[in-house]
């Protein structure tokens, strides 16, 4: 079975700074990952993804993920923080359960608040 | 790009009554499209796959006679919340699979829709 896990709740950093979401997967298959964003009260917009091609990842808005297969983690990072980087971040993985239609499954966020 | 609609953005029902959610994509037909629900300060949990023209597959758990699902057409996915109680208050959150074509950068994605607040007195 699939899943997804965040392993901090909440992220603290001071604009300008470096940011770090951590995400580790398990997956039976060869998995595709998403990073997702989800501003208060606001809907979820996709980041970046990965689907078995190149391994470091480019999104929008200057993050970027690298999918390390022996760590099996799909870390989140950005080299320089903007205060409209605060918000909830979401790891997903696809599970495919054959045929096209595949689900996702969310890891439990990401909090991140950007300090001036 | 691709733009997943929600309507009501929030609503307010008494106890027992019920809610119909629309879900629908905007500029894309989605054969395919899916209905999450996010408690306070957690994370989306998937309800229910819904297809056009078909019945909706239900996750385990989610009872089928109280979240009615209907997808009568390319654009739009009817969430119904029957005999609602005030532990169905929760964010209702849709998304809508598009196509390798409407997707482009990203291939197969889903979109998702902004979200609508459920409270229940």
């Known amino acids: 079975a699939q899943s997804v896990t965040q392993l901090d709740s909440h992220v603290s950093v001071s604009e300008g700074t470096p940011v770090l979401l951590r995400c580790n997967y398990s997956s039976s298959y060869s998995p595709s990952l998403f990073w997702y964003v989800q501003h208060p009260n606001k809907g979820l917009q996709l980041l970046l993804k990965y689907t078995s091609a190149a391994t470091l990842v480019k999104g929008i808005n200057g993050f970027e993920a690298e999918f390390k297969k022996s760590e099996t983690s799909f870390h989140l990072t950005k080299p320089s923080a903007h205060m409209s980087d605060a918000a909830e971040y979401f790891c997903v993985v696809s599970a495919f359960y054959g045929g096209a239609t595949n689900k996702l499954i969310f890891g439990t966020g990401t909090l991140l608040a950007v300090q001036p | 790009g691709a733009v997943v609609s929600q309507h009501p953005s929030w609503v307010i029902c008494k106890s027992g009554t019920s809610v119909k959610i629309e879900c629908r994509s905007l500029?894309?037909?989605?054969?395919?499209m899916f209905w999450y629900r996010q408690f306070p300060k957690q994370s989306l949990m998937l309800m229910a796959t819904s297809n056009e023209g078909s019945k909706a597959t239900y996750e385990q758990g989610v009872e089928k006679d109280k979240f009615l699902i209907n997808h009568a057409s390319l654009t739009l996915s009817t969430l119904t919340v029957t005999s609602a109680h005030p532990e169905d208050s929760s964010f209702y959150i849709c998304?809508?699979?598009?196509?390798?074509?409407?997707?482009?950068?990203?291939?197969?994605?889903?979109?998702f829709g902004p979200g609508t607040r459920l409270t229940v007195t």
């Open positions: 998304s809508a699979r598009a196509s390798l074509r409407t997707s482009g950068r990203f291939g197969y994605e889903q979109y």
């Open positions: 500029d894309f037909q989605a054969t395919t």
